[in-house]
């Protein structure tokens, strides 16, 4: 690439994040109250220490880079938070995958995965959050204890058995 097209003397301070995804007007992606939570408690948090964090350096380009990068996360959080409806997971365990639902599976290969469905905005595969927009998710919802779903995945059709469904 040409030097004229670089600029050396600025670096690029921008933020890498994940936006939400934009839905339609009027349309809201689902999630769990304790996804919501976390939320609403990140953006207090950001707006009180993160504000104070702010204050208290006193390099101008850190600050300024760090407000930026501040800012950004505040927007992306407003903008989720706006985009999303709580939605109470199921009050009884009745054995069928809701949204919600926390369910462990017996796949075909003999392991054992313990996942829960959740909203988008809260996924987490780590810490098994599996977001109900996911292939194996899909194939989840309305499953029931005992059942067997097939789940189409990179690497050819697997089979789980839905072994427990809890509610919470």
Same mark, same amino acid.
């Given at each position: 690439?040409?030097?004229?097209?670089?600029? %050396?003397?600025?670096?690029?301070?921008? &933020?890498?994040?994940? #936006?939400?995804?934009?839905?339609?007007?009027?349309?809201?992606?689902?999630?769990? #109250?304790?996804?919501?939570?976390?939320? &609403?408690?990140?953006?207090?948090? +950001?707006?009180?220490?993160?504000?104070?964090a702010l204050r208290a350096m006193t390099v101008?380009?850190e600050r300024e880079q760090a407000k930026r990068? +501040?800012?950004?996360?505040?927007?992306?959080?407003?903008?989720?938070?706006?985009?999303?409806?709580?939605?109470? =997971? =199921?009050?009884?365990?009745?054995?069928?995958?809701?949204?919600?639902?926390? $369910?462990? +599976?017996?796949?075909?290969?003999?392991?054992?995965?313990? *996942?829960?469905? $959740?909203? =988008?905005?809260?996924?987490? $595969?780590?810490?098994?959050? +599996?977001?109900? %927009?996911?292939?194996?998710?899909?194939?989840?919802?309305?499953?029931?204890?005992?059942?067997?779903?097939?789940?189409?995945? =990179?690497?050819?059709?697997?089979?789980?058995? *839905?072994?427990? &469904?809890?509610?919470?």
């Amino acid at each position: 690439m040409s030097k004229a097209f670089t600029s %050396e003397e600025t670096e690029d301070t921008s &933020v890498a994040g994940r #936006p939400p995804k934009r839905v339609a007007r009027g349309q809201e992606r689902p999630i769990t #109250p304790e996804g919501h939570r976390a939320l &609403v408690d990140e953006l207090e948090a +950001l707006e009180s220490t993160g504000r104070a964090a702010l204050r208290a350096m006193t390099v101008e380009h850190e600050r300024e880079q760090a407000k930026r990068q +501040l800012e950004t996360r505040l927007a992306m959080i407003d903008a989720t938070l706006e985009s999303v409806r709580v939605v109470q =997971p =199921p009050e009884q365990d009745d054995g069928v995958v809701r949204f919600g639902s926390v $369910v462990t +599976l017996a796949w075909a290969d003999g392991r054992e995965q313990t *996942v829960r469905l $959740v909203g =988008p905005d809260e996924a987490d $595969v780590k810490h098994g959050k +599996l977001s109900i %927009e996911s292939p194996l998710a899909r194939a989840l919802l309305d499953a029931k204890e005992g059942s067997t779903v097939e789940v189409e995945r =990179p690497r050819g059709v697997e089979e789980a058995t *839905v072994t427990r &469904v809890r509610s919470r």
